[in-house]
């Protein structure tokens, strides 16, 4: 027989209850105490479960989702009993939920705004491209909450097109540094709020060492403004219907094009991929960037930059199935529900944090081996002995580090399969039948990217000789309408929407936009240029002037 003996330190007395095993080293009781005074939570005499318990108590509900809150404190409190010192009471089902509704959101909300931000370390892998921070935004809209009538008033059912998945949804938008998966901030709302409105919020947290990676749900021109008003850069999927005009072709096979005030660059990029199985997809994306130098940033590294957006749909992958275990959320107003998701955002981020600094202590280890599933077991089991509660003697390891570094993920590997839609009320996945893609995931064995270079001539810029000929045969029309003219004649016969000339030509505004659509109806109606479908215009061969002849 062996005698083992272990030390625990804990707060005193009705606040001992209050902690997460090691993890409080980084949500101490200081910053819990200074978020409850900022938010005025703070209880106004110390009974049996005072308001920093409840916040301890709300993490840890997020961090054991399977039980319920009778269940999560037994798990706070079962390393505590018999402790000289300690007191530890035994509340009723309705005191925990009490105390929840004593602590408000607000508190988690405000943790959440101390604890976001980048945490990766000076030369970690996976996390910077060229000196450039590699961020991701998008959003998680697979958040169930429970089916009452409270959270039916503030959550939309459904949203999918394959029909009404039955549970009230909330939508999670975040800000996530690519490599490292911490959050650099998010927004909580119902569905029915746009991912381009929810995200309005979040381009604060955004500076000029960022590079911000997005799909086409954020291709919109007011998004690229308020990304380049922060004095980031961004790497983003255009949508197809988005054809901007081309102001100059470069040698990598992208071009330059205006779009509002921003002068970028579009990469139109054919990928052909051959799977293990012999399967090969082609696709094509085709990428707005404001990263205009082509000798620095060449397209096809912009492409293989791209593929790190990947990222964030990894964290909502934790967040969503790892974390909450797919599990519908517990809360049945709107209230709860938003203190339950800041507290999940804040332990994604507390573990985010764990990981990257295990990881830092290994050189040149890439913060993708780091296994969340393992730190999350090992979290959980550190909550129940109440292991470290003052803090590990080894700050950036720790007992849960350690386990992650002992079981570190494989290397990454090119995968590829075929997206999936849970049928709602089934186990059985939906895929399109035409998706050429394997239904299961298979390793990729080759990768060929080719950069297609626009159907214009090698120079689209207007020839001035062109616009002096343009400006003696129509003196009487503006200088914007000469150089749309201009531009029409760089490719006769090619229809261009009037709104690419706008953009080419620097002309925003509603009102200047639709002044300057009156005057190419006029120059259709006059025959200068032909009208090939609303909003669309071209020049004829016929109607096409050459600076050989005479005006």
């Known amino acids: 027989m062996v005698c083992a003996s272990r030390t625990i330190t804990v707060a005193p007395g009705v606040f001992a209850a209050g902690h997460l095993g090691e993890l409080t080293a980084l949500v101490p009781f200081e910053l819990v105490d200074a978020v409850l005074e900022a938010t005025g939570c703070v209880q106004r005499r110390v009974r049996m479960l005072p308001s920093r318990v409840g916040v301890y108590l709300v993490l840890a509900m997020v961090l054991f989702p399977q039980v319920g809150l009778a269940g999560v404190w037994s798990r706070l409190t079962g390393g505590l009993r018999g402790l000289p010192g300690v007191v530890v009471p035994r509340p009723s089902g309705k005191a925990l939920r009490d105390l929840r509704r004593r602590v408000s959101p607000a508190p988690l909300k405000a943790l959440f705004e101390h604890l976001a931000g980048p945490t990766s370390w000076p030369g970690m892998p996976g996390v910077r491209y060229r000196g450039l921070r ?12 429970p089916d009452t009538a409270r959270n039916r008033a503030v959550f939309r059912i459904g949203r999918r097109r394959s029909g009404n998945d039955g549970w009230p949804g909330v939508q999670l938008l975040a800000l996530a540094e690519c490599g490292t998966r911490a959050l650099l901030g998010a927004t909580v709302t119902a569905l029915s709020v746009g991912e381009i409105t929810a995200a309005a919020a979040l381009w604060a947290r955004l500076d000029a060492t960022m590079l911000l990676l997005a799909d086409a749900a954020f291709d919109a021109d007011k998004v690229m403004a308020a990304i380049a008003g922060r004095g980031a850069q961004f790497l983003i999927r255009a949508s197809a219907v988005r054809k901007p005009a081309m102001l100059a072709v470069l040698p990598d096979g992208s071009f330059l094009t205006r779009i509002g005030e921003l002068r970028l660059r579009v990469i139109d990029a054919q990928i052909s991929i051959t799977g293990a199985d012999g399967t090969g997809v082609t696709g094509r994306w085709r990428l707005v960037t404001s990263l205009t130098d082509h000798r620095a940033h060449p397209a096809k590294t912009l492409v293989e930059v791209y593929h790190q957006r990947w990222e964030i749909e990894t964290c909502f992958f934790g967040l969503r199935h790892t974390l909450t275990g797919r599990t519908v959320l517990r809360s049945g107003d709107q209230f709860g529900i938003a203190q339950e998701m800041w507290a999940l955002a804040c332990l994604w981020q507390i573990l985010a944090t764990v990981t990257t600094d295990a990881a830092a202590t290994r050189p040149g280890f890439d913060p993708d081996r780091c296994s969340f599933t393992v730190a999350l077991a090992a979290a959980r089991d550190s909550v129940i002995r109440a292991d470290h509660i003052d803090g590990h003697p080894d700050t950036l390891r720790g007992t849960i580090g350690a386990a992650v570094l002992d079981q570190p993920l494989p290397a990454r590997r090119p995968r590829i399969a075929a997206r999936v839609l849970k049928a709602p009320g089934s186990r059985y996945p939906k895929h399109r039948p035409d998706d050429p893609r394997p239904p299961r995931g298979t390793p990729i064995t080759a990768i060929d990217t080719h950069i297609t270079p626009p159907a214009t001539p090698d120079n689209p810029t207007p020839d001035p000789a062109l616009s002096h ?52 109806n006029t120059a259709a109606h006059r025959g200068h240029i032909t009208k090939t479908a609303p909003g669309t215009y071209t020049i004829t061969q016929e109607q096409a002037l050459t600076t050989g002849r005479n005006p």
């Open 469 to 520: 000929a343009l400006r003696n045969r129509h003196p009487a029309m503006t200088q914007h309408m000469i150089n749309a003219l201009a531009i029409l004649h760089t490719t006769p016969g090619t229809p261009h929407s009037g709104r690419a000339i706008a953009r080419a030509l620097g002309i925003t505004g509603r009102a200047a936009l639709n002044v300057f659509g009156v005057a190419l």
């Open 134 to 145: 590699m961020v991701a935004v998008d959003g998680c809209s697979s958040f169930k909450a």
